[in-house]
């Protein structure tokens, strides 16, 4: 994939206040920085990695391009980041498109034994259905606080999961290290991973990468803006075409 670069250099001039703003730029101490983040950096301040503006709106316009293309074909998207700065930002990304994701802990299999999740969600659902019928005070006492237990835990780990009826077209998350788990399941079914790195990171295993902070709640923001407006542009311009 090419991108124009004037596109870029108009782009940077534009974003560079709100980048910078929002924090984007700010890296992790120089010792912890993986060898192959070092193109993506523009240099040291207080020995913090500083990632070069440039390279940011170039990566961040490849990663617009590509969800901008799976919006105009409607695909489905998985969002993954469970660390605490990213949580709140994915989970209402994600509604905002109404696509599954996780937040709170990524579940062994999820991509790769599909199967056995799907049977995990509709047991999920199928608890959520007899509360909602008023049926779990027919239960003895007992069973009925265990149904309550098991259904308030399945919340957590399956409740961003419910519109994951599908395999993905591709799967975004938040901190590639901390989600290594996430994406090494996506590589293994080919899905094409989306990436907020930052630079203690290895960019190898991700196919469209996003250097910049993934600690800074600011950062993350700005990051999950870009890449929904640009899957919302895409959709728009499918009902467009579609109503000519």
């Not at 193109?39 to 207080?46: D, E, H, I, R």
């Not at 391009?65 to 989970?91: C, Q, R």
């Amino acid at each position: 994939m090419t991108v124009n670069n004037d596109n870029i250099q108009e782009d940077l001039l534009k974003e560079s206040e709100d980048m910078c703003r929002s924090g984007v730029h700010f890296g992790y101490s120089r010792s912890s920085s993986h060898p192959k983040m070092k193109p993506y950096f523009f240099g040291v301040k207080n020995n913090v990695e500083i990632f070069n503006l440039e390279k940011i709106t170039l990566k961040l316009k490849e990663a617009e391009i590509f969800l901008n293309n799976l919006g105009s074909k409607g695909a489905k998207i998985l969002f993954v980041a469970t660390k605490p700065e990213a949580k709140d930002i994915v989970e209402k990304a994600a509604k905002e498109l109404n696509m599954p994701h996780v937040v709170e802990r990524w579940l062994g299999g999820t991509l790769t034994n599909f199967g056995a999740i799907q049977k995990r969600l509709s047991f999920f659902k199928s608890l959520q259905a007899k509360k909602a019928a008023g049926e779990f005070p027919k239960y003895s006492k007992k069973e009925a606080g265990r149904l309550e237990k098991k259904l308030a835990k399945m919340e957590r780990n399956f409740g961003g999961l419910q519109l994951f009826a599908e395999k993905p077209a591709a799967v975004i998350v938040v901190d590639s290290k901390k989600e290594k788990s996430a994406i090494e399941e996506a590589r293994k079914l080919g899905i094409p991973v989306v990436a907020i790195l930052n630079s203690d990171c290895d960019p190898a295993p991700v196919d469209y990468l996003i250097p910049g902070s993934d600690t800074v709640t600011s950062s993350i923001q700005y990051f999950l803006d870009k890449l929904t407006a640009a899957y919302k542009e895409g959709q728009k311009n499918k009902k467009e075409k579609e109503v000519v």
